[in-house]
T-cell receptor, first 111, second 117 residues
Framework: DAKTTQPTSMDCAEGRAANLPCNHS???????VYWYRQIHSQGPQYIIH???NNETNEMASLIITEDRKSSTLILPHATLRDTAVYYC????????????FGQGTELSVKP | DTEVTQTPKHLVMGMTNKKSLKCEQH?????MYWYKQKAKKPPELMFV???????INESVPSRFSPECPNSSLLNLHLHALQPEDSALYLC????????????????FGNGTRLTVT
């Protein structure tokens, strides 16, 4: 499995960019990187995913290093509602669609 | 609000009871999932259904019995549970991609909070 490593917690000031790192040094060439978040008392929410190129959508940007061993999720202008646990996941292609959550990063956005 | 609806939102049951959790989606997704989440822990995968057939069982005890009666519905039947089974049970669905094409984004419901007394 391409295991991921994330910091346990991070703080971010409201209105500033939140940069959440993830290491996945054992990732294989055809394995994607997915990001989900879970706001308290809700189910996880899909944010973004990528393979090699950087990706951007209405929620966030995903920057993947050229060697694909790490990535950064960027929330460009964090709000209080972005306070959540953020999960970086690399599902193994030989495991038929199993999305396995690691411990994630607890992001606190402060006023 | 989510596009995956789970009922009930809360459930309290005794160890001798039989109950069922229900999950419904109308997005045309053909993959459906059950996860279990204990407090302050990440969700743990329990079962995956693909085209209404059970494709993954993560060695879940038989007191949990999943059922997928059609492409929109997913049930989890509960019988003789233990207090340590108390948790948030999350249902999710996704499109089914071809092998090697990654996993389509999962859409999660907000879960059923189960308490076993």
């Amino acid at each position: 499995d391409a295991k991921t490593t994330q910091p346990t917690s991070m703080d971010c000031a409201e209105g500033r960019a939140a940069n959440l790192p993830c290491n996945h040094s054992t990732i294989s060439g055809n394995e994607y990187v997915y990001w989900y978040r879970q706001i308290h008392s809700q189910g996880p929410q899909y944010i973004i995913h990528g393979l090699k190129n950087n990706e951007t959508n209405e929620m966030a940007s995903l920057i993947i290093t050229e060697d694909r061993k790490s990535s950064t999720l960027i929330l460009p202008h964090a709000t209080l509602r972005d306070t959540a646990v953020y999960y970086c996941i690399v599902p193994a292609t030989n495991q038929g669609g199993k999305l396995i959550f690691g411990q994630g990063t607890e992001l606190s956005v402060k006023p | 609000d989510t596009e995956v609806t789970q009922t009930p939102k809360h459930l309290v049951m005794g160890m001798t009871n039989k109950k069922s959790l229900k999950c419904e989606q109308h997005m045309g997704h053909r993959a459906m999932y059950w996860y279990k989440q204990k407090a302050k822990k990440p969700p743990e995968l329990m079962f995956v259904y693909s085209y209404e057939k059970l494709s993954i069982n993560e060695s879940v005890p038989s007191r949990f019995s999943p059922e997928c009666p059609n492409s929109s519905l997913l049930n989890l039947h509960l019988h003789a549970l233990q207090p340590e089974d108390s948790a948030l049970y999350l249902c999710a669905s996704s499109h089914q991609k071809a092998p090697g094409q990654g996993i389509s984004p999962l859409h999660f419901g907000n879960g059923t909070r189960l308490t076993v007394t």
